[in-house]
């Protein structure tokens, strides 16, 4: 009975907001805006201001499970909804211990939920009501938190592929003025997937020469013998801008190699146990 009232909830709720300059974005976008992506459950609540037009939230969460980004296991989230704006907004019912999978963005080290409602899905029963058509967002139903995780996984590898198979610079770390680069972030989702040998192999035959070079950065630390393999196939003459920090370099994609054969660059490319 629960369940049928939370469908028949959101279902009156997806209508309402039909009109409105929002709604159920699709999966693939979700997870391409979302900074982090994880299974949490509500602690309490820090703090909460109503207006007749305007309610702010701080609420804590304690996080059980990560499916994209690096968040702390204690998030702080802020939430709102205002009657004069017309976009997705979400609070949290103060209810201790209810589980949440969430789609979180993070603007300057503070959280809120993605998509209203349709970025804080509530667990009850390991189940939760979503989309069964995850690219029309369509067809309400019950799902269970590992199938969708595992739907997202999915797409955060693809999406991972495409970032870094268009890269022009190849380095690690923050360059002069990001605190994380996109790169980055990309060969670290595909180091931590569940296969990182078949996603690094896919990167080499989809990638330029700077993804084939993280490309190889990767296997040489996973599997000796497919680096040796596929190394011998990179354009050696090729020039690549390398960027560590401040420092841009034009190197010889050779050079990058022996680097890479060295152990330069092993502390990037150690794969989660």
Same mark, same amino acid.
């Given at each position: 009975?629960?369940?049928?009232?939370?469908?028949?909830?959101?279902?009156?709720? *997806?209508?309402?907001?039909?009109?409105?300059?929002?709604?159920?974005?699709?999966?693939?976008?979700? &997870?391409?805006?979302?900074?982090?992506?994880?299974?949490?459950?509500?602690?309490?609540?820090?703090?909460?201001? *109503?207006?007749?037009?305007?309610?702010?939230?701080?609420?804590?969460?304690? *996080?059980?499970?990560?499916?994209?980004?690096?968040?702390?296991?204690?998030?702080?989230?802020?939430?709102?909804?205002?009657? !004069?704006?017309?976009?997705?907004?979400?609070?949290?019912?103060?209810?201790?211990?209810?589980?949440?999978?969430?789609?979180?963005?993070?603007?300057?080290?503070?959280?809120?939920?993605?998509?209203?409602?349709?970025?804080?899905?509530?667990?009850?029963?390991?189940?939760?009501?979503?989309?069964?058509?995850?690219?029309?967002?369509?067809?309400?139903?019950? !799902?269970?938190?590992?199938?969708?995780?595992?739907?997202?996984?999915?797409?955060?590898?693809?999406?991972?592929?495409?970032?870094?198979?268009? &890269?022009? *610079?190849?380095?690690?770390?923050?360059?002069?003025?990001?605190?994380?680069?996109?790169?980055?972030?990309?060969?670290?989702?595909?180091?931590?997937?569940?296969?990182?040998?078949?996603?690094?192999?896919?990167?080499?035959?989809?990638?330029?020469?700077?993804?084939?070079?993280?490309?190889?950065?990767?296997?040489?630390?996973?599997?000796?013998?497919?680096?040796?393999?596929?190394?011998?196939?990179?354009?050696?003459?090729?020039?690549?801008?390398?960027?560590?920090?401040?420092? &841009?370099?034009?190197?010889?994609?050779?050079?990058?190699?022996?680097?890479?054969?060295?152990?330069?660059?092993?502390?990037?490319?150690?794969?989660?146990?």
């Amino acid at each position: 009975m629960k369940h049928l009232f939370i469908l028949l909830l959101i279902t009156a709720w *997806t209508s309402i907001t039909a009109s409105a300059d929002w709604g159920p974005l699709p999966l693939k976008s979700m &997870v391409e805006y979302s900074d982090s992506i994880v299974i949490a459950q509500f602690v309490s609540e820090i703090s909460k201001s *109503t207006s007749p037009e305007d309610t702010e939230q701080t609420a804590t969460l304690k *996080t059980t499970s990560i499916i994209k980004g690096e968040p702390p296991e204690n998030l702080v989230v802020f939430g709102r909804v205002d009657t !004069r704006m017309c976009k997705a907004q979400f609070i949290f019912p103060n209810t201790n211990g209810e589980k949440y999978l969430l789609f979180l963005q993070k603007r300057n080290d503070v959280y809120s939920v993605l998509n209203g409602i349709f970025g804080a899905l509530t667990i009850t029963d390991n189940k939760m009501n979503w989309f069964t058509d995850d690219t029309k967002m369509q067809n309400l139903g019950e !799902r269970k938190p590992a199938e969708l995780d595992t739907v997202i996984a999915s797409i955060t590898k693809a999406q991972a592929i495409e970032t870094l198979a268009k &890269v022009e *610079t190849f380095g690690f770390g923050p360059a002069k003025g990001q605190r994380e680069r996109a790169s980055d972030t990309a060969f670290q989702t595909l180091l931590k997937s569940p296969k990182p040998k078949e996603a690094f192999t896919t990167l080499f035959e989809k990638g330029n020469t700077s993804a084939k070079l993280y490309a190889l950065c990767a296997l040489h630390s996973i599997d000796k013998l497919a680096f040796e393999k596929l190394s011998k196939t990179i354009k050696m003459d090729e020039k690549i801008f390398t960027q560590f920090g401040c420092v &841009v370099e034009e190197l010889k994609a050779s050079e990058i190699l022996k680097n890479i054969s060295n152990g330069d660059y092993n502390a990037y490319c150690e794969v989660p146990k």
